[in-house]
């Protein structure tokens, strides 16, 4: 090294003071010549890559580099060879003493023309774990994309900036599936506010929602109603806010189309209302004056005797059996909302000691726990009994056990049903037995497909009828 102005001994001073300080910092200090040979090299080598400095004086850089990053490092050493007043900064893989490759980020100076370094200056540190965040980060964002243009839910983004008791909403971003289902493209609502991109009224309401979470800070869900077009009004959306720095700078919503389901659930309110009017009118306008007609009839009985008195009875007892199998079908509905554990041995218990069975016998084969409706179920099991005792000329067995671990089955050993009649007898009005109203296997079918569960009928172990029920899910069964 060269120097012609800085006295000998103040020379010295500098270099020992620059030394002392390069050989306490953490980042790598590395000085080459032009041609890329080391130098120099601080003591963090040890640290960042496990090299002693000593084995790395005299060697080409370059042998340390990856081979993909030569070109790359090359071209910075030619740019500050050109350029002494430029500096560069590239990232490179470095190889580590257990032969590993570091990412390191060099920075480099043109220090020729200084007596003391007299060569290139490289400042250096490991990025090996920024890189990793950075790859992570970019795999995620990839993923976000990937979900974002794919999924079949509306995904919409929302910037949330508060200042003082506001806070201010604005949208970012929509996903292909909401630019679709609402028509509304990212380009015409981005940085705009809910209310001024749905008015006033509707805006507002979604601005309370949003605000609802923010200041929950967690997740919600709820249903909303937003007119797009007449396909597109109901919505079921959960929010989630974006936590940073604690405080939420965004809110990522989840919105999907109910409209088909809203509309179906209010015209099955309506339908139901119908059934209770239905009900209402066959309760008391049919039955007070059937009741009167039976009194009636009964008194006459008494009275006189007339060969058409017994006819009229047993029609008058038919109607009143139609009437309350038509009120049960009413009132019984199309699904089941609460259920609980069922024992099948005491229920079943219980509801063949509701029916007459004369000298019928009842055999409970499986002893299990299934989830439903009692209330109800009292309904379909007594009426299997009674059309057991009542299809049968002699004594009927009863059964009743697990179906294929997956529900319940009912079978007798009594005439059973043919196999072209099985799938008419449980259509409402056929009826197979004398007097009966035919309703008795609807309502079981309606009660059964209620559960979720599915009616088949096939033939009894004995020959007779049977009747099983199957469960949509394996855990209605214990």
């Given at each position: 090294m060269k120097d012609r102005t800085t006295p000998p001994e103040n020379k010295k001073h500098g270099s020992d003071w620059h030394r002392a300080l390069i050989e306490q910092i953490d980042d790598l200090i590395t000085v080459v010549d032009p041609d890329g040979t080391i130098t120099y090299v601080s003591p963090a080598v040890t640290r960042t890559l496990g090299y002693d400095p000593e084995d790395m004086i005299g060697h080409e850089g370059y042998e340390f580099v990856h081979p993909e990053d030569r070109?790359?490092?090359?071209?910075?050493?030619?740019?500050?060879?050109?350029?002494?007043?430029?500096?560069?900064?590239?990232?490179?893989?470095?190889?580590?003493?257990?032969?590993?490759?570091?990412?390191?980020?060099?920075?480099?100076?043109?220090?020729?023309?200084?007596?003391?370094?007299?060569?290139?200056?490289?400042?250096?540190?490991?990025?090996?774990?920024?890189?990793?965040?950075?790859?992570?980060?970019?795999?995620?964002?990839?993923?976000?994309?990937?979900?974002?243009?794919?999924?079949?839910?509306?995904?919409?983004?929302?910037?949330?900036?508060?200042?003082?008791?506001?806070?201010?909403?604005?949208?970012?971003?929509?996903?292909?599936?909401?630019?679709?289902?609402?028509?509304?493209?990212?380009?015409?609502?981005?940085?705009?506010?809910?209310?001024?991109?749905?008015?006033?009224?509707?805006?507002?309401?979604?601005?309370?929602?949003?605000?609802?979470?923010?200041?929950?800070?967690?997740?919600?869900?709820?249903?909303?109603?937003?007119?797009?077009?007449?396909?597109?009004?109901?919505?079921?959306?959960?929010?989630?806010?974006?936590?940073?720095?604690?405080?939420?700078?965004?809110?990522?919503?989840?919105?999907?189309?109910?409209?088909?389901?809203?509309?179906?659930?209010?015209?099955?309110?309506?339908?139901?209302?119908?059934?209770?009017?239905?009900?209402?009118?066959?309760?008391?306008?049919?039955?007070n004056p059937l009741d009167v007609a039976q009194g009636r009839a009964k008194a006459l009985t008494e009275e006189t005797e007339n060969e058409h008195l017994d006819p009229l009875l047993r029609a008058l007892s038919r109607m009143e059996a139609i009437i309350e199998d038509t009120l049960t079908l009413a009132r019984h509905g199309d699904t089941i909302s609460d259920t609980e554990p069922i024992n099948l041995t005491e229920f079943v218990g219980k509801c063949w000691a509701s029916v007459d069975t004369d000298d019928a016998t009842i055999e409970i084969v499986d002893s299990i726990t299934f989830q439903g409706d009692p209330d109800r179920l009292q309904h379909v099991f007594e009426n299997l009994f009674r059309n057991a005792v009542e299809h049968s000329e002699s004594t009927v067995t009863v059964r009743v056990g697990s179906h294929d671990e997956r529900g319940i089955y009912v079978e007798d050993d009594g005439p059973g049903i043919p196999i072209d009649k099985r799938e008419e007898v449980l259509e409402p009005g056929h009826s197979t037995a004398r007097g009966g109203t035919g309703f008795g296997l609807t309502i079981i079918r309606r009660i059964v497909e209620a559960h979720g569960w599915e009616l088949s009928v096939t033939d009894g172990t004995d020959g007779g009828a049977r009747f099983e029920f199957e469960m949509a899910k394996q855990d209605d069964l214990v």
């Open positions: 070109e790359r490092n090359a071209d910075a050493m030619e740019t500050v060879l050109s350029n002494p007043s430029t500096s560069e900064t590239v990232e490179l893989r470095f190889r580590h003493a257990d032969g590993s490759w570091h990412w390191i980020e060099a920075t480099m100076w043109n220090r020729l023309d200084d007596d003391i370094i007299d060569g290139i200056l490289l400042s250096s540190r490991d990025i090996t774990e920024q890189k990793q965040y950075e790859a992570e980060a970019q795999k995620l964002a990839e993923e976000y994309e990937a979900i974002l243009n794919n999924v079949e839910d509306a995904i919409f983004l929302l910037n949330v900036e508060e200042s003082g008791e506001e806070t201010r909403f604005e949208f970012e971003r929509l996903s292909p599936s909401y630019e679709r289902q609402t028509g509304i493209t990212t380009e015409e609502v981005q940085g705009q506010t809910p209310r001024e991109v749905f008015g006033e009224e509707q805006g507002t309401e979604l601005e309370e929602n949003y605000l609802r979470c923010v200041n929950a800070n967690e997740p919600i869900s709820y249903e909303e109603e937003l007119q797009v077009d007449d396909g597109a009004r109901f919505w079921q959306t959960k929010l989630a806010p974006v936590v940073s720095d604690n405080e939420i700078t965004r809110l990522i919503g989840i919105t999907r189309n109910v409209t088909d389901r809203v509309e179906r659930e209010r015209q099955l309110r309506q339908q139901n209302e119908q059934l209770d009017e239905f009900a209402s009118v066959i309760s008391h306008d049919l039955r």
